[in-house]
């Protein structure tokens, strides 16, 4: 073990928890200061008048990620929160209502491809042997730091063997011709706040990341996971102030030593964690007469995810009879146009996409007897795009809840107990994002590996950023990884976790 430091870590995402709960492990003493009034950063939970609601990410995979994390203090997971696996993974509809199981084992999705076009079986189970190609050859790099130019160069020549340069969709399409199938098949990217229509194919590998370790539900909500993870590090010894906002990241003889709150105190430390948003740290955090690489120029000329509306609502009464699932997608016919105004941050469109999360489908006791929770998401631009959302907010909102009660909720609006909604400002104002970007960096090829944000500063000694912006991206899976590349810069000494090998593939 090294010997202990001091180390203090900005925001309380998964990527922060994750990377606070490692160090706390090896000995060291860690304080978390949250801007918030509770932990859990994008995966904050509302509570209101006994209706639960994530406020952020919902689809949880990979659970031996969380297992590691238990694993390295001698403790199991399941004794904190339990994980539900859910299948269908998602329901998609088109505007037609026609339906897609998305589902986790081979034969139920070869069934469900050869009910809506026969003849795309066979280009099916060569797009499965890709994706499958992709997972196995770059899986193992996933929770690696990129720190030099060759750790990425090591990896091109299987991009280039699978294919993995090629957007998203056209991939896709090389393998399934029906219209439909193709959107179910690349939706995807918009999962890590990437486009279809450009994010590399090579991000497939999150598809099988839920095939091999299926999708699952937190009872109780992602929150659920949140708790869990906040009683660990507790538990480990950590620290956590609350409604602690750090308005500066201390720089002295060019390396990190502490942070000043907003409220002008000042707290040191042998080393700072950034778990906030990289560009807005940068930018804002850190003094740009001393940065070189990352200059107030070079941030505004990065390439940023969309952003997000999100309207959590509660029922008062259930839908026992709708055609909805657990999480379910309903794509747009004008699925290339749609995406090419939201991120090409054009003014916002008349038309949409929607996610619809549906939990009491599976977990009823987040809501009241008799009653459903849900949260609509539609992608949007982000604020580059320069909407007013002061006027947009409330018809964009009245427009999706009656496509809502036209099309899957009867009578919804007369229905509605509770109500909450989140737009662009919410992500800038609230999350410190970057344009109000939901997921921080847009997934790119000039915007992967060591050509992303580095976990280690590039700029400052003892500064090491964790979450959506840097490597490995945004998801929950990739987050954890951020945490444990960061950890591990800071303290490599290996902790009592079972060795884990990639999964075998079988190819169809």
Request: proline share 7%.
């Amino acid at each position: 073990m090294q010997p202990s430091k001091e180390i203090i870590i900005i925001g309380s995402g998964f990527g922060g928890l994750g990377a606070a709960i490692r160090l706390a492990s090896k000995g060291h003493r860690v304080t978390i200061y949250e801007k918030r009034d509770k932990i859990g950063g994008r995966a904050y939970q509302y509570k209101l008048d006994g209706f639960t609601f994530d406020g952020g990410p919902t689809v949880i995979t990979a659970p031996y990620m969380f297992d590691e994390l238990f694993q390295a203090s001698g403790r199991v997971r399941s004794d904190y929160f339990k994980l539900q696996p859910l299948d269908p993974f998602y329901r998609l509809f088109d505007t037609a209502g026609r339906q897609f199981n998305y589902q986790h084992h081979h034969p139920d999705m070869l069934a469900e491809i050869r009910r809506h076009n026969p003849a795309d079986v066979a280009g099916y189970e060569r797009f499965v042997r890709q994706t499958k190609g992709i997972f196995q050859s770059l899986h193992p790099y996933t929770d690696q730091p990129f720190l030099r130019l060759r750790d990425m160069l090591k990896i091109m020549p299987d991009v280039l063997r699978w294919q993995g340069f090629l957007p998203t969709y056209l991939f896709v399409s090389r393998y399934i011709k029906d219209p439909f199938l193709r959107q179910a098949l690349s939706f995807h990217p918009l999962l890590i706040g990437g486009s279809p229509f450009d994010t590399p194919a090579l991000f497939t590998l999150i598809v099988q990341f839920e095939k091999e370790y299926g999708v699952h539900y937190a009872i109780g909500g992602t929150g659920a996971i949140v708790d869990g993870l906040g009683r660990l590090f507790a538990e480990l010894g950590g620290q956590v102030e609350l409604n602690c906002e750090v308005s500066e990241i201390l720089i002295e003889n060019g390396r990190a030593a502490g942070v000043r709150l907003a409220d002008g105190r000042i707290h040191r430390a042998d080393v700072v964690v950034c778990n906030g948003d990289v560009a807005f740290a940068y930018r804002h955090l850190l003094p740009a007469g001393q940065r070189r690489k990352y200059t107030n120029r070079k941030i505004d000329r990065l390439r940023y995810s969309m952003s997000l509306v999100v309207i959590y609502f509660g029922t008062r009464r259930r839908y026992p009879d709708s055609p909805l699932a657990h999480h379910n997608i309903i794509v747009n016919q004008r699925y290339r146009g749609l995406m090419r105004d939201i991120f090409g941050s054009k003014p916002l469109a008349d038309d949409f996409a929607l996610y619809l999360h549906m939990p009491t489908r599976t977990d009823p006791t987040i809501a009241p007897a008799g009653c459903e929770s849900f949260y609509v998401l539609a992608p949007v631009p982000h604020l580059g795009s320069g909407t007013n959302w002061q006027q947009a907010a409330r018809p964009y909102r009245n427009k999706i809840m009656q496509f809502l009660e036209d099309n899957y909720l009867p009578n919804l609006q007369a229905n509605i107990a509770v109500e909450h909604m989140i737009d662009p400002r919410h992500f800038q104002n609230t999350l410190n994002s970057y344009n109000g970007a939901a997921f921080s960096l847009k997934p790119s090829l000039l915007q992967s590996g060591y050509l992303r944000p580095h976990p280690q500063s590039e700029e400052f000694a003892d500064l090491y950023f964790v979450g959506a912006g840097t490597h490995p991206g945004a998801g929950i899976p990739a987050v954890l990884s951020s945490g444990k590349i960061a950890a591990e810069l800071i303290d490599p000494t290996p902790l009592p976790i079972a060795k884990r090998s990639v999964p075998h593939v079988q190819y169809a």
